[in-house]
């Protein structure tokens, strides 16, 4: 794939820090290569992605097809965050979290199970 996606953690409208331990707690075990502001992960199926990471949000660069969209959905529940996907809609874990989000999202906002195959699908088909 040739895009980025981003998951965002919001807070009343604002964005909102990510638990930086919690992160790399799902991250480390994909970890194939890392400098301090981006990690290489290779999932179990050997698709692969970069992620940037600051202190706001991650930006996950280039996903593969398959294994990285699970860590992906990991990411989603562990961090509490959403996905943005530019040119589609603004991925939710569970309704509640479309009350964080700032206005201009909420509206298109869709909520998808949280599986791989499920973000991957939703991400696609738009």
Known sequence: MSYSIFLQRFAQGKP???DEAATLEVLHPFIVA????SVFIRARDGSEAEIYRDPSGL?????????IFD???ELINRLDVVLLSPGG???LRC???RSHLPNEFQNDAIVV????AAIQC???SF
């Open 16 to 18: 909102a820090p990510l």
């Open 34 to 37: 890392q400098d301090s502001t």
């Open 59 to 67: 930006m996950i660069d280039r996903p593969e097809q398959g294994g």
């Open 71 to 73: 860590i992906v959905a």
């Open 89 to 91: 809609p603004t991925i």
């Open 95 to 97: 309704e509640a979290d």
């Open 113 to 116: 199970e949280l599986s791989g």
């Open 122 to 124: 939703a991400i696609e």
